[in-house]
């Protein structure tokens, strides 16, 4: 097989439950090099080590798996690229820290904190922007050897050219400018002898010969610093896109006050993995026709990486919610019952659970109206004979009342009912109900609101639910007479 070309990686830091937006990110790389038959490769930014957080590697892991973004190459799947965890490959970074160096590229610096802080504070004062001053690039050699072998804490620093400017042409964005004298010397090597992001980012990007770095906007800055990097160890550097900022509703940058943003979170509401990566992909995107529902062939078929529009990708809670409906309804019921499984709390006990068919039944009356699996209990348990009498014991009896109803004209429609189902003598089942009582009702002068109101929110106790004749059919004659019976008031 030829080496694939196109090689990505998706590059968290374990430093938190993985957020939706970083599962966003995700999901393009994936798409990308599933659309040019290359290889997704997962690397685990954790060089930052006062930042770990126990349990977040896990949770990296159980969300790509989740999302259905298993990588090709990753600390799990292994591949001939690794170690896959930064933290592994400290020696490849300090060697190439030290290089730099020697090449003038890079410079030791042993200022204290106290005089960094001055030095912001200062240049704060001044309102410029805080930036390393360069005081240690201009050491001379042998002090510098001098304070090492002294042991002196220090630090490695990039040693970027004072003036003039960088051009980037960003898969995404175009040609952004970059002014070298915007930017600070920023720290590769820390005195603990682990790197920083930028240079364990760039020479693992290189030797794990990464193609195409697509990542979020908020690494846009990182670019003139990370093709410096490149070109002073000769490298060609791969080729990036930024995608948009996340934005709320609101168009403010996605946060927590929007709602949820842990990408677990929509695992445990019951969304469904294919419904999110639709929805994901749709941020920041659009295909070319309106529809919006997209299989995984299609999405690969129409999506073009320089096609994403890098000004704000919103994520719209509500049309989420729908696409997941959407998804949900596409199910076959058979499919419905195993994924809504985990979400349905089936009463301990309850005699309904032991017939199959029966729960089959139930589940489809609601198939159409779940937005979210975890929504199922409050959608269709009341059909529990449990949990309804558990229900009835608070119920607001103002609910049987119909718009422009009486309570004495629903207590007398209930009264109705149950006579009339008591004696109704054809077979308990869907369409000679429905056949002769609405028959019945029109005979008896009624409107059909007047009389199936009533009937349906005492056999459920929801003001929503699905149809009264289907519930009629499912509950039974005599657990529909009871319920019907135990909120009717006996009549004059
Ligand atoms: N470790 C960075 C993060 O947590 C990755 C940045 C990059 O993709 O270069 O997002």
């Known amino acids: 097989m030829p080496k694939p070309t196109v090689r990505v990686r998706f590059a968290p830091s374990p430093t938190g439950d993985p957020h939706i937006g970083s599962i966003w990110v995700a999901v393009f790389n994936r798409m990308f090099a599933k659309q040019h038959g290359g290889v997704f490769v997962l690397r685990l930014e954790d060089t930052d080590q006062n930042r770990l957080v126990p349990d977040a590697v896990q949770n990296i892991y159980d969300a790509l798996a989740w999302y259905g973004l298993t990588p090709d190459e990753g600390p799990e799947q292994g591949g001939s690229f690794g170690p896959y965890v930064q933290s592994q490959r400290r020696e490849l970074h300090q060697r190439h820290a030290r290089q730099l160096v020697e090449q003038g590229s890079a410079y030791y610096c042993f200022c204290s904190v106290a005089r960094l802080d001055q030095l912001r504070a200062a240049q704060l004062a001044a309102k410029h922007a805080p930036r390393y001053d360069k005081h240690c690039a201009k050491l001379s050699f042998d002090e510098v050897q001098r304070r090492l072998a002294a042991h002196e804490p220090t630090v490695i620093r990039m040693n970027l050219p004072a003036a003039g400017a960088v051009e980037h042409d960003d898969v995404i964005r175009g040609r952004v400018t970059f002014q070298y004298d915007q930017l600070d010397d920023s720290v590769l090597l820390k005195s603990d002898g682990f790197p920083t992001y930028h240079l364990a980012a760039v020479v693992d990007d290189h030797w794990m010969e990464i193609s195409h770095v ?61 419904a999110m990566r639709n929805f994901l992909v749709l941020m920041g995107w659009h295909p070319k026709g309106d529809d919006e529902v997209l299989s995984e062939a299609e999405i690969l078929k129409q999506f073009r990486l320089g096609g994403v529009n890098p000004s704000g990708a919103i994520f719209d809670q509500t049309k989420l919610d729908w696409l997941n ?87 007398a429609a209930l009264n109705w009912s149950v006579d009339w189902l008591a004696v109704f003598s054809q077979p308990w089942e869907l369409k000679a109900l429905k056949t002769a009582m609405l028959e019945a009702i029109a005979a008896a002068g009624k409107k059909n609101v007047e009389v199936l109101w009533p009937l349906r929110v005492a056999l459920t106790l929801r003001r929503a639910s699905p149809d009264v004749f289907d519930l009629l059919a499912l509950l039974g004659k005599s657990e529909s007479l009871r319920r019907v019976t135990s909120l009717a008031v006996p009549g004059p």
């Open 214 to 274: 697509i990542r979020a906007e908020e690494w846009l800055p990182s670019v003139p610093k990370h093709l410096f990097l490149h070109r002073a160890f000769g490298w060609q550097p791969p080729q990036y896109a930024h995608l948009p900022q996340l934005l709320g509703a609101d168009r403010k940058k996605l946060s927590k006050r929007h709602g949820a943003t842990s990408a677990l979170w929509f695992r445990d509401q019951g969304y469904l993995p294919e």
């Open 325 to 411: 409906g959407v998804y949900i309804r596409q199910l076959p019921l058979e499919k419905l019952l195993e994924r809504v499984g985990p979400f349905w709390h089936i009463p301990e006990g309850a005699d309904e659970a032991q017939d199959q068919t029966w729960l089959r039944q139930a589940l489809s009356l609601v198939h159409d109206r779940i937005k979210r699996l975890s929504e199922i209990d409050d959608l269709i348990n009341f059909v529990f004979t449990a949990v309804w009498d558990r229900e009835a014991a608070t119920f607001d009896r103002s609910l049987l009342v119909p718009k422009q109803g009486t309570v004495e004209g629903a207590r």
